[in-house]
Structures are given as structure tokens and as C-alpha cells.
């Protein structure tokens, strides 16, 4: 579970970035990174069209992974408030997606919250 502190108007971000690469040559040299909570990582970036926060996961593994749940906790002016949200996100091996939009109950007003997700290697058909 990752866990990010944001403060709107501040503008301060805690997260950690680990940057990994794979080996070139034959498909079966590749080498395999799993799937962990050094690979699967978060950020949270500013929304271009209004004041909206936009969650991503980033999967840097080579497995399929899916995000289950996002926990909104320690909330100020978010419009929907502190709470879990269910989720069923598929992010592929290398990809990196858009899990949540968290929204301002007041736009004039600073936002605080720190956000959890969770997440589990997707299973085989």
C-alpha cells in the first residue's frame, strides 16, 4: 500500500521513484521484473482543465497488474469526502494509468488529503 500526503497551495509532494530497466537482445533474455510495491508506484498531478487532482499508477514490472481500491484519508475541501472506493483498474506490464479523480468540494479554497491504494498481480484467465 502506497501512501502520498498532498497539499494544494503548498504545493508539496512526497513520493519515491525507483527507475528500472530490462535487458535488450532475444524475448527470452528479457529479464523479469515482478510486480512490487517498488515497481508499482503512484503520483498525483494537477488536472489542466480545472482544479482537480489526478491519481495514476504507475506499473514498471513485467506483470499485468489491477488496482483494487483507492483510500482518500485526512481530507480538507475534498468534494467527496474521506473514504474507500472499490475499484477494478487494469494496468499492463509498463503502462501507466489513471486510477482517480479527486475534486474540490470548494475551488477557491486549499485541498489536503493523503491517498492509499491497492492493488494485486492480475490473475490468469
Not at 62 to 70: C, E, L
Amino acid at each position: 500500500m502506497r501512501c502520498l500526503r498532498w497539499t494544494l497551495g503548498t504545493g508539496s509532494l512526497l513520493v519515491g521513484v525507483i527507475s528500472l530497466g530490462a535487458a535488450q537482445g532475444n524475448p527470452s533474455d528479457t529479464v523479469r521484473i515482478p510486480a512490487t510495491t517498488s515497481t508499482v508506484t503512484s503520483e498525483l498531478k494537477q488536472s489542466e482543465s480545472n482544479n482537480d487532482q489526478v491519481a495514476y499508477v504507475d506499473n514498471r514490472s513485467t506483470q499485468n497488474i489491477v488496482v483494487t481500491s483507492i483510500k482518500l484519508s485526512d481530507c480538507e475541501n475534498v468534494k467527496v469526502g474521506c473514504h474507500i472506493i472499490s475499484l477494478k483498474v487494469r494496468i499492463k506490464a509498463g503502462d501507466k494509468r489513471m486510477i482517480y479523480r479527486i475534486s474540490p468540494r470548494n475551488p477557491d479554497q486549499p485541498v489536503s488529503f493523503r491517498f492509499y491504494f491497492t492493488w494485486q498481480p492480475e490473475q490468469a484467465p
